[in-house]
């Protein structure tokens, strides 16, 4: 009976361990405090108490509107694009923006260049049903939703072949007639973008800017009488696209949700918005708390965005084994999937400087398109300063068919520097000095070094500042990198 009792004791004595020992093996929260660099949190028996509830539902909030944030940055950002123009000048339902003097600092645009003649317009398939667009010869660009997805490409190895034509953009859902004689293109979204730029003639806007006016934009229902055309002229005019980095962002994103299709976001999508309060059918209107809470996580994700732009450790985004040139485009797949899932870091690292994402900005064809390099750093890694003097040497025989130029940007805004001069840019056009052997320096520095001024961009003590270094057309020696640019070093 006594060893009866006592293997029974044992058998109870190592059950009770194995109960006990259990909840280590698995980690199991129990009666501890969880602490992170989030916070301490407080449990007891596994159940946190109410104070350390609150705020993890908070923490909670601030993770997935930081990340909903970085997904949905090219929609908004092309959204604020979108509204940016149409509230523009007149604010006609067919109008076109031209920067007829090319595009100046007083635009607010992501990393516009100084050398094309721009042309933007804002199309609302919602309020216009399908839409006729009649683009002109010789330009570049395209058609893109609000999520920045091209809908239809225009230039040489586009859809117009480079020659123009009659596009139809219809809107999500359309089950009527389409007539022959069209290049259609169905959008994703009623609101959509025409982005084109034209190419200098012997250095003047002029010739670009006559064929951009021969642009006609109206409703298929007004294709017997179109309606006449808006022509609003860009240069040195105050034109705001820029998204936010404060709450608007996210009731910028709640009323893009609101006005789209629901289905332009997937199911995880739209429980991820719904859970941060945007929600399709539904008013966005958080109280004092959650505004709080996004106003925070909206500097929290714009600071993780900069950080993705501005201080990546992708290695594929340097171009070169031994330059600190960064590619624009990273990962070469306008979806952003080049392995096998879609990279919403580095599509935000790109949205957060630049607009525009379409295939033409990673095909490689030599002699046509354009490809981007970018620098934020000098040749010892650090990033540039306003205050300080730099230089960028170029080698001879840049390789490009139409033309290269140095632009250089505000790292706040990410748009033009806004340095007392029109374009902060040197380029082919402008005719910089070269030097005996062919190459070009350019200048970055807040006073002009003596006798360089054609070559010279004035930079702004107090601001930081990036620059782009394009080549339209690029030759073979851009591909094959027998052609590279030195790096940015700083003139001590």
């Given at each position: 009976?006594?060893?009866?009792?006592?293997?029974?004791?044992?058998?109870?004595?190592?059950?009770?361990?194995?109960?006990?020992?259990?909840?280590?093996?698995?980690?199991?929260?129990?009666?501890?405090?969880?602490?992170?660099?989030?916070?301490?949190?407080?449990?007891?028996?596994?159940?946190?108490?109410?104070?350390?509830?609150?705020?993890?539902?908070?923490?909670?909030?601030?993770?997935?509107?930081?990340?909903?944030?970085?997904?949905?940055?090219?929609?908004?950002?092309?959204?604020?694009?979108?509204?940016?123009?149409?509230?523009?000048?007149?604010?006609?339902?067919?109008?076109?923006?031209?920067?007829?003097?090319?595009?100046?600092?007083?635009?607010?645009?992501?990393?516009?260049?100084?050398?094309?003649?721009?042309?933007?317009?804002?199309?609302?398939?919602?309020?216009?049903?399908?839409?006729?667009?009649?683009?002109?010869?010789?330009?570049?660009?395209?058609?893109?939703?609000?999520?920045?997805?091209?809908?239809?490409?225009?230039?040489?190895?586009?859809?117009?072949?480079?020659?123009?034509?009659?596009?139809?953009?219809?809107?999500?859902?359309?089950?009527?007639?389409?007539?022959?004689?069209?290049?259609?293109?169905?959008?994703?979204?009623?609101?959509?973008?025409?982005?084109?730029?034209?190419?200098?003639?012997?250095?003047?806007?002029?010739?670009?800017?006559?064929?951009?006016?021969?642009?006609?934009?109206?409703?298929?229902?007004?294709?017997?009488?179109?309606?006449?055309?808006?022509?609003?002229?860009?240069s040195g005019k105050e034109i705001d696209t820029l998204m936010a980095e404060d709450f608007q962002y996210f009731a910028d994103l709640a009323d893009l949700i609101e006005r789209e299709p629901a289905d332009i976001i997937d199911s995880a999508g739209r429980f991820q918005l719904a859970a941060i309060g945007i929600e399709k059918g539904k008013p966005f209107s958080p109280d004092t708390e959650r505004k709080a809470a996004l106003t925070e996580?909206?500097?929290?994700?714009?600071?993780?965005?900069?950080?993705?732009?501005?201080?990546?450790?992708?290695?594929?985004?340097?171009?070169?084994?031994?330059?600190?040139?960064?590619?624009?485009?990273?990962?070469?797949?306008?979806?952003?999937?080049?392995?096998?899932?879609?990279?919403?870091?580095?599509?935000?690292?790109?949205?957060?400087?630049?607009?525009?994402?379409?295939?033409?900005?990673?095909?490689?064809?030599?002699?046509?398109?354009?490809?981007?390099?970018?620098?934020?750093?000098?040749?010892?890694?650090?990033?540039?300063?306003?205050?300080?003097?730099?230089?960028?040497?170029?080698?001879?025989?840049?390789?490009?068919?139409?033309?290269?130029?140095?632009?250089?940007?505000?790292?706040?805004?990410?748009?033009?520097?806004?340095?007392?001069?029109?374009?902060?840019?040197?380029?082919?056009?402008?005719?910089?000095?070269?030097?005996?052997?062919?190459?070009?320096?350019?200048?970055?520095?807040?006073?002009?070094?003596?006798?360089?001024?054609?070559?010279?961009?004035?930079?702004?003590?107090?601001?930081?500042?990036?620059?782009?270094?394009?080549?339209?057309?690029?030759?073979?020696?851009?591909?094959?990198?027998?052609?590279?640019?030195?790096?940015?070093?700083?003139?001590?």
């Open positions: 009976m006594k060893m009866f009792l006592l293997a029974a004791a044992l058998a109870i004595a190592t059950t009770s361990n194995v109960v006990a020992e259990t909840p280590n093996q698995h980690g199991w929260i129990g009666t501890e405090t969880v602490k992170t660099r989030f916070g301490d949190f407080e449990f007891r028996n596994g159940y946190p108490d109410d104070a350390s509830a609150a705020k993890l539902r908070e923490v909670l909030l601030i993770s997935r509107a930081v990340e909903a944030y970085l997904a949905q940055m090219p929609a908004v950002s092309w959204y604020r694009t979108w509204k940016g123009v149409a509230a523009a000048g007149d604010k006609a339902p067919n109008q076109l923006v031209i920067w007829e003097s090319l595009m100046d600092a007083q635009t607010l645009l992501l990393t516009g260049n100084t050398e094309t003649v721009y042309g933007l317009a804002a199309i609302d398939l919602q309020r216009d049903g399908p839409v006729v667009i009649e683009v002109p010869p010789k330009m570049l660009g395209g058609f893109s939703d609000l999520w920045q997805e091209q809908i239809a490409g225009i230039g040489p190895t586009a859809d117009d072949k480079g020659r123009g034509g009659k596009f139809l953009l219809v809107p999500p859902g359309y089950d009527g007639p389409i007539p022959e004689g069209y290049l259609v293109g169905h959008a994703k979204t009623f609101g959509v973008v025409l982005g084109m730029r034209g190419f200098l003639v012997e250095g003047k806007p002029e010739p670009a800017v006559a064929l951009m006016k021969s642009t006609r934009i109206y409703p298929l229902s007004q294709a017997s009488s179109p309606p006449q055309m808006t022509f609003l002229n860009g996580a909206a500097r929290l994700a714009s600071a993780m965005a900069r950080t993705n732009s501005f201080a990546s450790t992708y290695p594929e985004r340097l171009v070169y084994d031994d330059r600190a040139w960064e590619w624009l485009f990273i990962g070469g797949s306008a979806s952003w999937d080049p392995r096998g899932y879609v990279n919403t870091d580095l599509r935000a690292a790109f949205a957060y400087v630049a607009v525009g994402m379409s295939p033409a900005m990673v095909d490689k064809v030599v002699g046509q398109g354009s490809q981007y390099l970018s620098t934020m750093r000098d040749s010892e890694g650090r990033h540039l300063d306003g205050s300080k003097n730099y230089r960028l040497h170029l080698p001879a025989n840049i390789p490009v068919v139409n033309f290269w130029s140095v632009v250089v940007y505000d790292s706040e805004s990410r748009s033009e520097l806004r340095n007392g001069k029109p374009f902060p840019s040197v380029s082919q056009y402008t005719d910089p000095q070269s030097n005996a052997d062919g190459s070009i320096d350019v200048y970055f520095a807040p006073t002009a070094p003596a006798g360089k001024e054609k070559n010279w961009i004035r930079t702004v003590p107090g601001k930081g500042w990036f620059t782009l270094l394009r080549f339209y057309g690029p030759r073979k020696e851009f591909f094959d990198r027998s052609w590279k640019p030195d790096d940015i070093v700083e003139d001590r």
